[in-house]
C-alpha cells in the first residue's frame, strides 16, 4: 500500500505510543528507534517514507575530507532525496562525530525532505536549529563525521536505533521518538490507529470521571458493550 496523502493525514493524528501498541498486537515488538530524540522540543508530529543512508566505523583511508567530493557521499546521497521523504541514518550510535550540519540540512529543506532521524548526532547544532529542518538525533558533537565514521551509502536496509528499516518502510515521529511501519503493516495501522485514539480518549473521559482502572483498563465484556453503544 502506498504512502498517500490521506494515509499521511491519518497518521498524524496517531501517536508513535498508538502505532507501537497497535503493531505489538500483532507480534512487532522492535519498531521503536532507540536514541532518536526530538533535536528541539515542540517539533510535530511527522509522517514520511524512509529514505536510507548508512554509515560504517570510520577507517583512516577512507573516512577523510577529501571523502566529502566523492560520488558515494552524503553531498549525493542528499540530492538523491525525493520530496516528502523522511532520512533515516544508521550511525551506530556514534555520539561524537556530527553525521550532518547546517549547510547539508539547509540543503535538505530545500529537496522538500520532511526530517532528519538517526541513531548519531549532528553538529553545528545551532546552525541546524536554524533551518527548521525538525531532527530526530541522539544529541550533538562538534567533530565531522569523518572523526568517526565512514559514509557507504543510501537506499539500501539499515538498522537504526536497533531498528531493521527498509527504504519506503513508514516512518511516524513525535515527542516520544521515531517508529517505524513495515510497508505490509501500514493498511493496518491506518484501520487500527485511530480506533485505537478514540478508544484510549473515551477510557481517559471516564477516568476523569471517577471510574477505577479494573474492567476499564484493559475493558471488560460491560465495558466494551458501554464504549460500542458511545459510538452510535
Known amino acids: ?3 498517500t496523502a490521506d494515509a499521511i493525514a491519518t497518521l ?16 512487532l ?15 510535530k508530529r511527522l509522517v514520511g517514507p524512509a529514505f536510507t543512508l548508512r554509515f560504517v566505523p570510520a577507517r583512516e583511508d577512507l573516512a577523510t575530507p577529501e571523502s566529502w567530493s566523492s560520488p558515494i557521499s552524503t553531498r549525493t546521497a542528499i540530492e538523491a532525496m525525493p520530496e516528502g521523504c523522511i532520512a533515516v541514518v544508521d550511525a551506530m550510535g556514534i555520539s561524537d562525530a556530527g553525521i550532518f550540519g547546517d549547510i547539508l540540512c ?12 538517526t ?6 547544532v545551532e546552525g541546524v536549529m536554524g533551518t ?18 565512514t559514509f557507504v551509502g543510501w537506499g539500501e536496509p539499515i538498522g ?26 501500514l493498511e493496518h495501522v491506518l484501520t487500527e490507529g485511530p480506533e485505537q485514539e478514540r478508544m484510549e480518549a473515551w477510557i481517559v473521559n471516564e477516568v476523569n470521571g471517577g471510574a477505577s482502572l479494573p474492567g476499564l483498563y484493559p475493558m471488560n465484556a460491560e465495558t466494551k ?3 460500542a453503544a458511545s459510538k452510535k
Not at 498524524?12 to 507480534?27: D, Q
Not at 515488538?29 to 517539533?43: C, I
Not at 541513531?119 to 553545528?124: F, I, L
Not at 537504526?160 to 517508529?179: H, L, S, W, Y
Open 29 to 43: 515488538r522492535n519498531v521503536w528507534m532507540r536514541g532518536a530524540r526530538p533535536l528541539h522540543p515542540g517539533q
Open 12 to 27: 498524524a493524528k496517531v501517536t508513535t505510543a498508538t502505532i507501537t501498541t497497535v503493531l505489538l498486537k500483532k507480534g
Open 132 to 149: 527548521n529542518l525538525p531532527v530526530w538525533c541522539n544529541g550533538y558533537a562538534a567533530p565531522p563525521s569523518v572523526a568517526g565514521l
Open 160 to 185: 537504526c536505533g536497533g531498528v531493521a528499516v527498509f527504504p519506503n518502510d513508514v516512518v511516524v515521529a513525535d515527542q516520544d521518538g521515531a517508529v517505524l511501519i513495515p510497508q505490509a503493516f
Open 225 to 227: 458493550a458501554r464504549y
Open 106 to 117: 539547509a540543503r535538505m529543506v530545500k529537496r522538500g525532505v520532511t526530517a532528519l532521524i
Open 1 to 3: 500500500m502506498s504512502l
Open 119 to 124: 541513531d548519531g548526532v549532528v553538529r553545528d
